[in-house]
T-cell receptor, first 114, second 114 residues
Framework: DAGVIQSPRHEVTEMGQEVTLRCKPI?????LFWYRQTMMRGLELLIY????????DSGMPEDRFSAKMPNASFSTLKIQPSEPRDSAVYFC????????????FGDGTRLSIL | SQKIEQNSEALNIQEGKTATLTCNYT??????LQWYRQDPGRGPVFLLL?????KEKRKERLKVTFDTTLKQSLFHITASQPADSATYLC?????????????FGAGTQVVVTP
């Protein structure tokens, strides 16, 4: 079975540019999570969806960050405008949405803002 | 959310020995606690889940304990192998209405030398 698929794997762009990260969750999973990982702060939950509806976006750092899930098989995380401090690895994960079930992570997008 | 503490220093261990990692938390005791493994450049991979009413859980060479009185989980890798070298993260369920949402610790790096 295909796991969680993220694209691109690497993104290097200049400050001020718009960045769009993409995620395809595992088929049948109805919860989707976006995380950011840095050395300083570890793995931080940014936002999560259940049945394509955003449930909690309290982890989104600023209004420059937005996320959408137009259907069960696709989600995007957008940063506009990007800043150097947004440089991090961004992970998408999906699960069945039950508390006793694991989260399945993609391999992340390594984002560098120059 | 709550504060989750994992040893920040890498654990260096000789092949064949048992590695023991700790995960301490400060506030409420979660109903579920999970452990994940993360290799460089990859997303975390689920290893084990333990419930609050379970004292111990085993999977092959892995063992997890959960002490809600001490607010601590221990993760053991017995007969360690160089292939066990990775970063290990604990994750605590975030109530209420968690929808499968977890808060992750910063992780502990394990290095197993032959």
């Amino acid at each position: 079975d295909a796991g969680v698929i993220q694209s691109p794997r690497h993104e290097v762009t200049e400050m001020g540019q718009e960045v769009t990260l993409r995620c395809k969750p595992i088929s049948g999973h109805n919860s989707l999570f976006w995380y950011r990982q840095t050395m300083m702060r570890g793995l931080e939950l940014l936002i999560y969806f259940n049945n394509n509806v955003p449930i909690d976006d309290s982890g989104m750092p600023e209004d420059r960050f937005s996320a959408k899930m137009p259907n069960a098989s696709f989600s995007t995380l957008k940063i506009q405008p990007s800043e150097p401090r947004d440089s991090a690895v961004y992970f998408c994960a999906s699960s069945s949405g039950l508390n006793n079930q694991p989260q399945h992570f993609g391999d992340g997008t390594r984002l560098s803002i120059l | 959310s709550q504060k989750i503490e994992q040893n920040s220093e890498a654990l260096n261990i000789q092949e064949g020995k048992t590695a023991t990692l700790t995960c301490n938390y400060t506030n409420y005791s979660p109903a579920y606690l999970q452990w994940y493994r993360q290799d460089p450049g990859r997303g975390p991979v689920f290893l084990l889940l333990i419930r609050e009413n379970e004292k111990e859980k085993r999977k092959e060479r892995l063992k997890v304990t959960f002490d809600t009185t001490l607010k601590q989980s221990l993760f053991h890798i017995t007969a360690s192998q160089p292939a066990d070298s990775a970063t290990y993260l604990c994750a605590l369920e975030l109530p209420p209405d968690s929808w499968g949402k977890f808060q992750f610790g910063a992780g502990t790096q394990v290095v197993v030398t032959p």
